[in-house]
């Protein structure tokens, strides 16, 4: 494996793959089922080494045996999708392009991907969703110094915008950086930090502080904000891999990544915020970093019986640094284990992880040769999987279609 661009650079690459929208739609039914393919899983997948790079959608016949290629089976992104904040549900694929100024609706048909309908957007730079149901998809993002949000009809993809009531920007801080997003009972939970745009300050500005603001849904009213400064910046940008979870007694859990937001002493911390209530649970406080060497959490799945799956971030300065993949017991605040598998050499934002039927299925952009890794949550039996082959460079996105 070759290390994967930074996020700087993917800004430039974004810029550099933008086009006009040239049309609103390549598929004629545009809010229906797309044609399935044979497996019930995908993979998005990288070729190349920046700035040659391409993007592929896979399909995934299994995640157990076999292997994964693109070779007669890759839908190629590359020109319609740009690489992997790409969000998927039920089979359809939904991709805000800021740089080219389109949010498009996609799905894969016979090894290629499908435009069901475009729109002008240029209104946010996304890097948050959440589905309120099954049909409505809410964005959030950053534009102009503004936090926003869009309400999104993805039957016909209409779309209701508006700023978000947040808190002032500090000193030295030019925009927002818009982290985890939950809904639960008619509140949206939205964390977010700041951002900055001048690079030659030294040192970089930090966060002071998260924040959680909590919105009435549909209003998008500010009800009350949640702010603590035991760590800063809220995990994200979950449009690549998820940083937060909602258990089966509508619990609220969430994990911070200060090193994203250049803050190299604050800890990573997994937070809880009971069913019912809008503040953080004030029996609960989750020092992650204090249980692995200070590792930072760069991403976080919930895989049932009060247990996640934290992707690790091994200590230092680089979010681009080695991962592992950490087991934790969510309810009484536990680290448990390390899991055995190998050095994580993918880039930060992975979402590398499928969970089914008591079972994790972990991709590992290893060193070497790349698989699917499963594990059993009940035996805690690591058992390898499917093998991605054929000259594939990076795992960037693993995904239950159906």
Not at 265 to 292: E, M
Not at 303 to 328: C, L, P, Q, Y
Not at 339 to 349: F, H, I, S, T, V
Not at 363 to 372: E, F, L, R
Request: aromatic share 14%.
């Amino acid at each position: 494996m070759n290390r994967f661009f930074s996020y700087p650079a993917k800004a430039i690459l974004i810029a550099l793959t933008a086009f006009a929208v040239n049309g609103c739609s390549d598929s004629d039914d545009n809010g229906g089922t797309p044609v399935q393919e044979e497996g019930k899983y995908s993979a998005v997948l990288c070729v190349g080494a920046w700035p040659n790079t391409a993007y592929y959608i896979a399909d995934v016949p299994s995640l157990t045996s076999g292997t994964i290629s693109i070779k007669g089976n890759g839908a190629e992104m590359t020109g319609k999708v740009y690489a992997q904040d790409i969000i998927q549900k039920d089979g359809f694929y939904y991709h805000a392009n800021f740089g080219s100024g389109r949010f498009g609706k996609y799905h894969v048909e016979k090894g290629a991907l499908v435009i069901d309908k475009e729109v002008p957007f240029t209104f946010l730079n996304w890097s948050s969703y959440v589905w309120v149901d099954d049909q409505t998809l809410v964005i959030f993002g950053d534009a102009e110094g503004e936090g926003r949000y869009a309400i999104v009809k993805v039957a016909d993809m209409s779309l209701t915008t508006g700023k978000l009531d947040l808190k002032a920007k500090p000193t030295g801080f030019t925009g927002y950086n818009v982290g985890f997003a939950e809904y639960r009972d008619g509140k949206l939970f939205v964390g977010y930090g700041y951002s900055f745009s001048d690079w030659s300050v030294k040192p970089l500005p930090v966060n002071p502080d998260f924040n959680v603001a909590v919105l009435s849904y549909p209003s998008m009213k500010t009800e009350s904000t949640i702010t603590d400064t035991r760590t800063t910046t809220p995990g994200g940008p979950i449009v690549y891999a998820p940083a937060s979870f909602k258990d089966e007694n509508g619990d609220i859990y969430f994990i911070s990544d200060p090193v994203a937001g250049y803050d190299y002493k604050s800890a990573s911390v997994v937070y809880r915020i009971k069913n019912g209530a809008t503040t953080l649970d004030p029996t609960y406080f989750f020092d992650f970093s204090a249980k692995t060497d200070n590792g930072m959490g760069a991403a976080m799945w919930y895989i049932g019986n009060g247990k996640a799956i934290v992707r690790t971030r091994i200590k230092g300065e680089s979010i681009d640094a080695d991962h592992s993949f950490s087991v934790i017991d969510v309810k009484t605040g536990t680290f448990i284990k390390k899991l055995d598998l190998p050095a994580d050499k993918g880039e930060r934002m992975v979402n590398a992880v499928v969970v089914e039927d008591g079972k994790a299925y972990i991709a590992v952009n290893a060193a070497d040769k790349d698989y699917i890794w499963e594990y059993d949550t009940a035996s805690e039996k690591l058992t390898k999987g499917a093998e991605f082959v054929d000259g594939i460079d990076y795992i960037l996105r693993l995904e239950k279609t159906k």
